[in-house]
């Protein structure tokens, strides 16, 4: 079993920047890929950012390339998410989320979800 914990949302005027990040409890950590999803309200929830278990592989959603790093660190069980030139369309609520597997950008292919951590952009 996985257990998975945000930090780091907040809020933020357009333009700035935030880091998100994911303690994971169980071990091994690096067997498990991991990705960053999103939901605004009234919306469906989507795929922000995956990242194979040893880090090697990453993808992101087209509208945060080049805005968005997602990393980890596998000594410390940490997934984070660094978020620059921050829009308002970027306010939503922030999930981490994990699977035995390959990095994928399929909400229904993770096995562990975090709570979630609210970002919110304001012009």
């Known amino acids: 079993q996985v257990q998975l914990v945000e930090s780091g949302g907040g809020l933020v005027q357009a333009g700035g920047s935030l880091r998100l990040s994911c303690v994971a409890s169980?071990?091994?950590?690096?067997?498990?890929?991991m990705g960053w999803f999103r939901q605004a309200p009234g919306t469906e929830r989507e795929s922000v950012a995956a990242?194979?278990?040893?880090?090697?592989?990453?993808y992101y959603a087209d509208s945060v390339k080049g805005r968005f790093t997602i990393s980890r660190d596998n000594a410390k069980n940490t997934l984070y998410l660094q978020m620059n030139s921050l829009k308002p369309a970027d306010t939503a609520v922030y999930y981490c989320?994990?699977?035995?597997?390959?990095?994928?950008?399929?909400?229904?292919?993770?096995?562990?979800w975090g709570k979630g951590t609210l970002v919110t952009v304001h012009s």
């Open positions: 169980g071990r091994p950590f690096s067997n498990y890929a």
């Open positions: 989320a994990a699977n035995f597997g390959r990095a994928t950008m399929r909400s229904d292919a993770m096995e562990y």
């Open positions: 990242i194979s278990g040893g880090g090697g592989t990453r």
